[in-house]
């Protein structure tokens, strides 16, 4: 399957601090990523869909301002947590579409974020 | 109701016995059916991708999706310690679409 490389693999920063978590497709192009936020033993939560060359569309009640998204290229999407906070500590995961029609998706191997 | 209702487990199973997973959904215009699987820590792994309805097998995995009774199941033959982790299926509107999530099921195969 086709590679999706998220780095980086965990993160500890100070409240008040940014953290930016990058997404790569290594082996294809991405017009179309998603980010996504994962909770211990719970299911994925997509926050975001991002599309190179354009502003991102995010879920409701994700903060557009807190989260930024950034996909400049056809193989990099960024995640910059703003000003974060302890409740921002999460599991953070980026995928990418692939195949003729855009119809598979595949994941990065997450970010692990902890904010003291 | 969620859109996407799948048992969260956990499923234990001993070695070498099938597992049996499923998931039901609400949506009919559901038309990607995927099945992930995810380790602890760890991001989904792409497992079965299945185009509306039908059985798919691919190893020891085969999934079926039947479209009219808006239920989907993977099952996994001859299962393997290695297969312990959360089941997680992924269905999709349309290509390009984002996926809607079932809660995952966590499989325990035990030696």
């Known amino acids: 399957g086709a590679v999706v490389s998220q780095h980086p693999s965990w993160v500890i920063c100070k409240s008040g601090t940014s953290v930016k978590i990058e997404c790569r497709s290594l082996d294809f192009q991405a017009t179309t990523m998603f980010w996504y936020r994962q909770f211990p033993k719970q299911s994925l939560m997509l926050m975001a869909t991002?599309?190179?060359?354009?502003?991102?569309?995010?879920e409701q009640g994700v903060e557009k301002d807190k989260f930024l998204i950034n996909h400049a290229s056809l193989t990099l999407s960024t995640l910059t947590v703003t000003s974060a906070h302890p409740e921002d500590s999460s599991f953070y995961i980026c995928?990418?579409?692939?195949?003729?029609?855009?119809?598979?998706?595949?994941f990065g191997s997450g970010t692990q974020l902890s904010v003291l | 109701q969620k859109e996407v209702e799948q048992d969260p487990g956990p499923l234990s199973v001993p070695e070498g016995a099938i597992v049996s997973l499923n998931c039901t959904y609400s949506n009919s215009a559901f038309q990607y059916f995927m099945w992930y699987r995810q380790y602890s820590r760890k991001g989904p792994e792409l497992l079965m991708y299945t185009y509306s309805s039908g059985n798919k097998e691919d190893g020891r995995f085969t999934a079926q999706v039947d479209k009219s009774s808006k239920y989907i199941s993977l099952f996994i033959r001859d299962s393997q310690p290695s297969d312990s982790a959360t089941y997680l299926c992924a269905l999709r509107v349309a290509a390009g679409n984002k996926l809607t999530f079932g809660g995952g099921t966590r499989v325990l195969v035990k030696p």
């Open positions: 995928s990418a579409s692939h195949g003729a029609s855009n119809e598979k998706l595949f």
């Open positions: 991002s599309n190179e060359g354009s502003k991102a569309t995010y």
